[in-house]
């Protein structure tokens, strides 16, 4: 099957979706434009490409998913597109009363299926003012732009080195809203990116990495633990506070506290070491390595 759905006016919906800030002129484009436009807006597509590209826009009846709904109206901006019940219309199919629309991308760099969409990646823009990169200076025609006021621009390059080093630290933020995410890196306030799919964009092993890291916060933030064997990693829940774990999935027991081999008496390693300097290195030091963490409740 090729692909079916209704195009949506990608050029009405450019200036609010896609572009920079125009700072002159009206047409929104460089002249060096004319006859090719750049992408208005960008996906990730994850098979066959598994890479960045741009993307188109469709939009179907949010009823019975066909293409056959008449918009009132077109998007005005990532909202109208992202949420749904935003934008109205009338579906024409027979029988279905429908009247929410709901849009989705599809890659642009080869045929496609009805079923075979993408996520947005609507923070990548096309850079068509040459707004410099934050950190090297560049201007590049690809630009990730952080949701801050200042909308702080980041080269593509730039943007995969500062997660990457971010996330070989384990600086990324777990946030209630957005998960295992980054900010602006100037510090601006509510400037975390909230589609995770961007970090995508960091390859295929440096998001198994941070898949795995951001499950393994997010058992320690619900007060768990990981099982420290190596290749093991399984995030767990105890019911009680008892020193000694087991763990559920490769049967290795374990102090709580020190998470060294279980033990009778006091846990002579925190003794001889800071107990959150000792968090830190065990937390590290059973980081790699191990399969994307699951989590059991004891």
């Known amino acids: 099957n ?6 949506v006016n990608q050029r009405q919906v450019t200036g609010s979706l896609a572009s920079l800030p125009e700072t002159g002129g009206s047409s929104g484009y460089p002249s060096s434009s004319v006859g090719s436009k750049p992408p208005a807006f960008y996906v990730y597509c ?10 188109k826009i469709r939009v179907r009846c949010a009823a019975c998913k066909s293409d056959t709904l008449l918009l009132d109206q077109d998007p005005s901006g990532w909202d109208d597109v992202l949420r749904s019940g935003r934008i109205r219309g009338r579906c024409q199919k027979e029988g279905c009363t ?17 079923k075979d969409n993408s996520v947005p990646l609507y923070l990548i823009r096309t850079n068509t003012e040459n707004v410099p990169c934050i950190t090297c200076g560049d201007e590049r025609d690809k630009v990730l732009v952080f949701p801050c006021t200042s909308m702080h621009v980041m080269c593509i390059e730039c943007f995969v080195e500062y997660s990457i080093t971010k996330l070989n630290d384990r600086r990324f933020i777990e946030t209630p809203s957005h998960g295992y995410t980054l900010a602006c890196p100037a510090g601006c306030e509510n400037s975390h990116i909230h589609e995770v799919h961007h970090f995508r964009l960091l390859g ?7 898949q795995r890291f951001a499950a393994e916060e997010c058992v320690l933030q619900m007060g768990g633990i990981l099982c ?5 990693g ?40 800071d107990s959150e300097v000792e968090r830190t290195s065990v937390f590290v030091a059973f980081g790699a390595g191990r399969p994307l963490c699951t989590f059991f409740p004891l």
């Open 98 to 114: 429908g009247q929410s629309a709901e849009f989705y991308f599809k890659c642009s760099a080869h045929p496609t299926d009805e």
């Open 228 to 232: 420290p064997q190596a290749k093991c």
């Open 234 to 273: 399984t995030g767990i829940i105890p019911e009680d506070e008892s020193r000694r774990i087991r763990c559920p999935q490769c049967s290795h027991t374990f102090c709580r506290r020190c998470h060294e081999p279980y033990h009778a008496g006091n846990c002579e390693r925190l003794n001889r070491v």
């Open 2 to 7: 090729r692909e079916r759905g209704r195009d």
């Open 204 to 210: 295929p092993e440096q998001y198994e990495r941070y």
């Open 46 to 55: 994850k098979n066959p490409c598994h890479a960045l590209q741009p993307g």
